[in-house]
């Protein structure tokens, strides 16, 4: 893994962006097929709380997982979101008993100004295939399909950064992006097979609730 940089102010912070953006790869090793899948969430009280859980693809069962706790070391400025969860996610991440083969992040990939969200940040410094599933749009989409697989382009400045994925019939879609050693149609792919029955996917829900506990 890179040695992480976390840097102490805004305009180093966007420095850092801009230069480890050129080292995401838009798609997916060969013979790519995770048994598993993490997921990535942090919970925010007067500390912040990172979790992370490691579900089984066909079960859906968590098989393994991980928190760290710690102050908040960044402040919130958008579009440097990474800044403030990576360096307690990755040291929960090196907790983990089973070595994640897809991270699946409770944020953006390329669907940010930069190209370079919290998800492709992850991909990049730990070396594994990575997606954002966000709750929120960045970027322009228009509504896909009512029916659970529906999709449409989300993009930003004309540029198709991810898709408005719709994962239940008539509820409101995600916005997928890719992170890093992985291409839209294989994180589509996945998030789909990580929502049979609830909006958001299995890893976040999961990890969301660890950290809550």
């Known amino acids: 893994m890179d040695t992480p940089e976390w840097p102490a102010t805004e305009a180093e912070a966007v420095a850092v962006q801009e230069r ?11 013979g790519f097929r995770p048994k598993t899948a993490t997921g990535l969430d942090v919970h925010y009280t007067d500390v912040l709380t990172a979790a992370v859980c490691t579900i089984d693809l066909e079960t859906l069962e968590v098989v ?6 710690g102050p908040e070391s960044f402040p919130y400025i958008p579009g440097l979101f990474a800044f403030r969860e990576l ?10 008993t089973t070595p994640p083969e897809v991270l699946v992040c409770d944020g953006q990939g390329l ?34 399909g009512p029916r659970r697989g529906d999709w449409s382009a989300l993009t930003d400045g004309g540029e198709v950064v991810g898709r408005a994925l719709r994962t239940q019939d008539d ?43």
């Open 20 to 30: 480890l953006r050129g080292q995401v790869r838009a798609e997916a090793p060969s």
């Open 64 to 69: 393994d997982s991980a928190t760290c706790v």
């Open 87 to 96: 360096p307690l996610l990755l040291r929960a991440l090196e907790q983990l």
């Open 111 to 144: 669907a940010h100004p930069r190209r370079f969200g919290l998800a492709c940040h992850a991909g990049v410094l730990t070396g594994i295939p990575a997606l954002g599933v966000g709750k929120n749009a960045l970027g322009d989409f228009d509504p896909p």
């Open 171 to 213: 509820v409101k879609p995600v916005f997928v992006s890719v992170g890093h050693l992985v291409d839209l149609d294989t994180a589509t792919d996945l998030v789909l097979r990580l929502t049979p029955r609830y909006r958001l996917p299995e890893t976040t829900r999961q990890a969301d609730h660890l950290a809550r506990r």
